[in-house]
């Protein structure tokens, strides 16, 4: 028979994933109708292989299968071959992996899915072994077991049945509204019940949460550990998330040398990592290491958020602001190490980052190098593979101190110095390979994570806050259609954008108008927040939608339009809270927050309608839909408002600011006179003065505070410790 694509089709497409498969022997095709059509012509299945630059196991079984002549001369001849990435189509990587984890009860990436010809999957899985392993099936034999299946017509009607089922459970999981649009609203018990489930799950021992195999950041929970505990002080909610910030920040999942944070780790203690380092991980996790800093003061939790954060600016950032994706998990080791050519080598996971200990000795004199060996574990037959070491918190500054009968100070500012001489050595290495797409959504997370940390560790952060979301609104944004564009990759744009980025992108937009007291931002996040409204809310269902709504009559299905595609069997909803936040969560927050600067009340009603269509959802397992959580704690309460009326917010109140714990308070700051708020009405095409800021003037033409908490205010204040106060006898007096 003739094969149904002619040939691969990848190397017309920008995306760095798509493009390392450009040279396989498969013929690749880029998701969108024509593969489709194409697999109708023939008469034959889909194979969707989905996947992201980074991935380790995805580089794995590109190397084993479909870097294959057998491998590829079968997926060729019966199936049409296409590859996704889950970075550029999360409405497709979100679709399959429901279907996958209702099927098998797990996901993961490669993923791997064999479809009808309307994209319909019949038969998944994650990573297939070139040959039978572990009651896994070897890749070819599958896709040799699954065509012969296919060519007989009742094991077809099958296979066709099976996907109808699959796709209509998918579907009612992810266009799920089953809500009664007047019932009530999530109650004042879900941020204790979520945080009652997160310290039952914590891992006392190590911390995190599980207590059997790998280690995942969830950075949501433990901003809803610190919420429960600001709002209870229960001992139990701040030891499990302290002791999860711990736990990460000593284990080998933190880059002890360079800083920042890789994907996961395998085991239990934190030790071994998968290696890869993502934006939206190196975003999250600064952001409750601050707020873990201003609730106890343990300055560790700067530090560990300022190294982080200096990771992305040194490592992921682009020249003009925005912030690149990925780095990848493996590279080619060093040449003292493999004892030849590197290139020769190949890649290798973690090959840049662990270490030996004649690796440290070719660095550091004595007694620095048997310091930073103990300080770091670094040991002969190491930790990780080929006897090397990935470095973790294995002694503590005073162990070191007193078995070398030194002062700690000069242990510490040795270990110091050798951390400095290890990371230099280190650059001389190859690197690891970097992803450039700028993503909106990721970008609008480390907005969030720079703008957050602009109070407490100083202005650049802010300024580095701005100037990636200026290079994200002048490259993705169009001011005249109000749309936002999901990727830009040197120069390259793909979108429209799906509710991550327009959610994310507003929040980050709304949080360095906080940090700045510049308009500007605002008015861009109210746009935003504007599109979602227009595009991914359904009045009628209550909820808003992953992708926009097809438009009517449009049979084209092609990836550019934006909306679900007709290849795509389902228009999704991201309730839960995964590697990143849900973005229905982080939408209806920020509709909620976003609603004080507008007078008809309109994203508060939304936000409202959202969490109660989704009400029974959250509250039967709140800590699995922590976004979600949040939205309704700020739906139900009103939130902390901090409205500010000066020309400048005074330097020590920044400080203040930056250095309190205020559960997931607003900070509004406003002109202290009406002629100057008229003028940001102006700027902001806002026809009356909205209530966050409304009769909040200046006292005197003194700076002057009004604190806010459950729609109730504090008395104009120009001592920003007296409004703090009056917040804290509010919870005294709920207490």
């Known amino acids: 028979m003739s094969q149904p694509t002619a040939r691969n089709r990848l190397d017309e497409e920008a995306s760095p994933y798509l493009r390392q498969h450009a040279d396989n022997p498969v013929n690749w095709q880029p998701w969108g109708e024509e593969a489709f059509e194409r697999a109708r012509e023939h008469d034959v299945p889909v194979f969707v292989s989905i996947g992201y630059s980074s991935c380790h196991w995805c580089h794995v079984m590109a190397e084993e299968s479909f870097e294959d002549g057998s491998v590829a001369a079968v997926l060729n001849e019966e199936f049409v071959p296409i590859k996704v990435d889950r970075e550029e189509r999360p409405d497709v990587d979100s679709t399959f992996m429901t279907v996958s984890q209702l099927v098998t009860g797990g996901g993961g990436w490669p993923l791997s899915a064999w479809c009808t010809p309307e994209g319909k999957p019949f038969y998944v899985g994650t990573y297939f072994p070139p040959e039978p392993r572990r009651n896994q099936p070897g890749f070819r034999d599958l896709c040799e077991q699954i065509a012969e299946s296919w060519r007989d017509p009742d094991q077809r009607e099958e296979m066709r049945h099976r996907a109808e089922q699959w796709a209509t459970s998918a579907r009612d999981e992810l266009e799920s509204v089953p809500g009664d649009p007047d019932g009530d609203s999530p109650g004042s018990e879900l941020l204790r019940e979520a945080a009652a489930a997160a310290v039952r799950g914590y891992d006392e021992e190590y911390g995190g949460f599980g207590s059997g195999g790998a280690k995942f950041p969830m950075p949501g929970r433990i901003d809803l550990l610190f919420r429960a505990y600001a709002e209870s002080g229960r001992e139990s909610t701040l030891a499990a998330a302290t002791g999860t910030l711990d736990g990460m920040a000593s284990g080998g999942m933190y880059d002890q040398i360079g800083g920042g944070f890789h994907r996961y780790a395998v085991d239990r203690q934190w030790t071994v990592p998968h290696f890869e380092k993502m934006l939206y991980d190196n975003a999250e996790l600064p952001m409750v290491y601050l707020d873990g800093y201003r609730l106890t003061g343990e300055s560790s939790y700067a530090r560990i958020a300022s190294e982080t954060l200096g990771f992305l600016d040194r490592e992921l950032r682009h020249p003009e602001g925005g912030f690149f994706s990925t780095l990848d998990a493996r590279s080619r080791p060093p040449a003292e190490r493999t004892g030849e050519d590197s290139d020769a080598a190949g890649d290798v996971e973690g090959a840049f980052y662990v270490w030996t200990p004649a690796e440290v000795d070719a660095v550091l004199d004595e007694p620095a190098a048997s310091i930073v060996k103990r300080r770091f574990g670094i040991r002969a037959g190491g930790n990780f593979e080929r006897g090397t070491t990935v470095p973790t918190v294995a002694a503590s500054i005073e162990e070191i101190a007193d078995e070398h009968d030194r002062p700690s100070e000069e242990i510490r500012e040795i270990a110091t110095d050798a951390r400095v001489a290890l990371f230099e050595a280190r650059e001389s290495r190859p690197r690891p390979a970097r992803d450039e797409k700028v993503l909106?959504?990721?970008?609008?997370?480390?907005?969030?994570?720079?703008?957050?940390?602009?109070?407490?560790?100083?202005?650049?952060?802010?300024?580095?806050?701005?100037?990636?979301?200026?290079?994200?609104?002048?490259?993705?944004?169009?001011?005249?259609?109000?749309?936002?564009?999901?990727?830009?990759?040197?120069?390259?744009?793909?979108?429209?954008?799906?509710?991550?980025?327009?959610?994310?992108?507003?929040?980050?937009?709304?949080?360095?108008?906080?940090?700045?007291?510049?308009?500007?931002?605002?008015?861009?996040?109210?746009?935003?927040?504007?599109?979602?409204?227009?595009?991914?809310?359904?009045?009628?269902?209550?909820?808003?939608?992953?992708?926009?709504?097809?438009?009517?009559?449009?049979?084209?299905?092609?990836?550019?339009?934006?909306?679900?595609?007709?290849?795509?069997?389902?228009?999704?909803?991201?309730?839960?809270?995964?590697?990143?936040?849900?973005?229905?969560?982080?939408?209806?927050?920020?509709?909620?927050?976003?609603?004080?600067?507008?007078?008809?009340?309109?994203?508060?009603?939304?936000?409202?309608?959202?969490?109660?269509?989704?009400?029974?959802?959250?509250?039967?397992?709140?800590?699995?839909?922590?976004?979600?959580?949040?939205?309704?704690?700020?739906?139900?309460?009103?939130?902390?408002?901090?409205?500010?009326?000066?020309?400048?917010?005074?330097?020590?109140?920044?400080?203040?600011?930056?250095?309190?714990?205020?559960?997931?308070?607003?900070?509004?700051?406003?002109?202290?006179?009406?002629?100057?708020?008229?003028?940001?009405?102006?700027?902001?095409?806002?026809?009356?003065?909205?209530?966050?800021?409304?009769?909040?003037?200046?006292?005197?033409?003194?700076?002057?505070?009004?604190?806010?908490?459950?729609?109730?205010?504090?008395?104009?204040?120009?001592?920003?410790?007296?409004?703090?106060?009056?917040?804290?006898?509010?919870?005294?007096?709920?207490?």
């Not at 269902?541 to 290849?567: C, H, I, L, M, Q």
């Not at 003028?679 to 800021?693: A, G, N, V």
Request: proline residues 6%; aromatic residues 8%.
């Open 440 to 735: 909106a959504s990721w970008n609008g997370r480390a907005i969030s994570a720079f703008a957050n940390a602009g109070r407490t560790l100083g202005d650049p952060y802010a300024v580095i806050a701005r100037d990636a979301l200026d290079f994200c609104r002048e490259r993705l944004y169009d001011p005249e259609t109000g749309e936002l564009a999901r990727r830009w990759l040197d120069g390259d744009v793909r979108g429209p954008g799906y509710l991550d980025d327009y959610a994310f992108l507003a929040r980050g937009a709304l949080d360095v108008y906080a940090v700045t007291g510049d308009p500007e931002p605002l008015g861009f996040a109210l746009e935003l927040a504007d599109s979602i409204v227009a595009d991914f809310y359904d009045a009628d269902d209550g909820t808003v939608y992953f992708t926009r709504e097809p438009e009517a009559g449009d049979a084209s299905g092609k990836a550019e339009n934006g909306g679900a595609s007709d290849s795509l069997f389902a228009r999704p909803q991201e309730f839960t809270d995964r590697s990143t936040p849900s973005s229905l969560g982080v939408a209806t927050e920020t509709l909620a927050l976003l609603d004080g600067f507008r007078t008809d009340r309109l994203f508060s009603e939304i936000a409202e309608s959202v969490v109660t269509t989704h009400a029974d959802r959250i509250r039967s397992s709140p800590l699995e839909h922590v976004s979600l959580v949040r939205a309704a704690d700020r739906v139900r309460t009103g939130g902390i408002e901090v409205t500010i009326a000066a020309d400048a917010v005074p330097d020590e109140w920044d400080e203040t600011l930056g250095e309190r714990y205020v559960s997931g308070a607003l900070v509004a700051p406003r002109p202290p006179t009406d002629d100057g708020l008229d003028e940001w009405l102006d700027r902001l095409d806002l026809k009356s003065t909205p209530p966050i800021w409304a009769n909040r003037d200046s006292e005197s033409g003194d700076p002057t505070v009004y604190v806010c908490e459950g729609r109730v205010c504090s008395p104009a204040e120009t001592d920003l410790d007296a409004a703090l106060e009056w917040l804290a006898s509010r919870a005294t007096d709920d207490t």
